[in-house]
């Protein structure tokens, strides 16, 4: 069975933390926390303050936090510290990949890296071993609501032939347009095993039950 992280972007932000709430009891398995700083990405989302009230409502949350930011390696503390339990960063934001992933190691912190669409997949390949999450971008990041990248299935499938080469078994992680009824089973079928949704969960009619039909899911 796949896994499934909320992505948050989409929530009502008034209420938060009883949106987070109300998809991790109903079956999801961790929070997306997307961070945007207005220039790796065109927008602005939310950061530190937010995670840490976050992490007070929630002590038993996973949260999956998605830096889409210029300089991962600055806030590596921070983040940690406000109640992150997965870092992901971007290889396209750092000429310092070793240390970042390093560096958020040191701090007991699961380790994620993401590729963006026009990004080989290939990029991620020298640092396999040290991941928890390989997080394939299949929409351009910053904004919530996307059409998925055709490429992405292709991505999927080199990514995970590659692990089973090497043996390994990471999360092969999925964000942007992902919907039960088309690209989520693609995706599961390509190789993913961790999902994220924010506007399929968050703009259904009924979330709790959108949230079983993706865990629901299966490989064929
Ligand atoms: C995009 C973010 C995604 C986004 C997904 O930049 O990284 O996590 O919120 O939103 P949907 O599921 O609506 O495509
Ligand atoms: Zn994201």
């Known amino acids: 069975m796949s896994k499934l992280s909320v992505s948050v972007l989409s929530a009502d932000f008034s209420k938060l933390g009883a949106d987070c709430r109300e998809v991790l009891d109903a079956g999801a398995d961790m929070i997306h926390f997307d961070v945007m700083d207005g220039h790796f990405v065109d927008n602005l989302s939310f950061g530190l303050p937010v995670l840490k009230s976050l992490r007070k409502a929630l002590p ?50 699961d380790v994620g890296l993401a590729v963006n669409p026009n990004t080989p997949v290939e990029a991620v390949f020298p640092f396999l071993y040290d991941l928890t999450i390989i997080l394939v971008m299949s929409v351009k990041p910053g904004h919530a609501g996307q059409k998925f990248h055709p490429q992405t299935p292709i991505k999927l499938r080199k990514l995970k032939a590659e692990c089973v080469k090497r043996g390994i ?52």
């Not at 503390?77 to 000429?95: K, L, P, Q, W, Y």
């Not at 089973?185 to 979330?207: E, M, Q």
């Open 169 to 220: 078994d990471p999360l092969i992680s999925v964000d942007g347009g992902i919907k039960i009824e088309n690209t989520a089973p693609l995706c599961i079928d390509s190789g993913a095993n961790l999902l994220v949704a924010g506007s399929a969960i968050f703009d259904a009619p009924d979330r709790v039950e959108a949230v079983h039909a993706f865990k629901a899911l299966k490989k064929n």
């Open 60 to 109: 038993d949350a996973y949260f999956d936090v998605h830096l889409m930011i210029t300089s991962p390696l600055e806030f590596i503390m921070e983040f940690v510290e406000a109640g992150a339990n997965c870092i992901t960063f971007h290889v396209e934001a750092s000429n310092s990949i070793r240390c970042t992933v390093a560096a958020i190691k040191a701090f007991g912190c």
